[in-house]
């Protein structure tokens, strides 16, 4: 089993900053791809960040605003929201794709941290 935990979600006033983080731990080989994806109430839940060994994407809506980054020696994945608007609010997902110590492969979620922005 892969668990993901997330934390630093919040509320915080439109224009403000929120830092996520997500911790992987359990029985892990390697970490390939790790992600952060958003569901809004009513809405389909959507990519907001990826980011695998060597490169980084960001949906349209959040390029230039926020800033996703991995420690590859903690497994760990941050989200650095910033310029934080009332549409960003969401309830915030972190994803893991890899291989586990059984050579499987496995494909974890968190259980999602609430984002709140305020006009």
């Known amino acids: 089993q892969v668990q993901l935990v997330e934390s630093g979600g919040g509320l915080v006033q439109a224009g403000g900053s929120l830092r996520l983080s997500c911790a992987a731990s359990?029985?892990?080989?390697?970490?390939?791809?790790m992600a952060w994806y958003r569901q809004a109430p009513g809405k389909q839940r959507e990519l907001v960040a990826s980011?695998?060994?060597?490169?980084?994407n960001y949906a349209a809506s959040v390029k230039g605003r926020f800033i996703i980054t991995r420690d590859n020696a903690k497994n760990t994945v941050s989200l650095q929201m910033n310029s934080l608007k009332p549409d960003d609010t969401a309830v915030y997902y972190c994803?893991?794709?890899?291989?586990?110590?059984?050579?499987?492969?496995?494909?974890?979620w968190g259980q999602g941290t609430q984002v709140t922005v305020s006009s």
């Open positions: 980011i695998t060994r060597g490169s980084t």
């Open positions: 994803d893991a794709v890899g291989q586990r110590r059984n050579l499987r492969g496995y494909d974890s």
């Open positions: 359990g029985s892990i080989l390697r970490i390939n791809d």
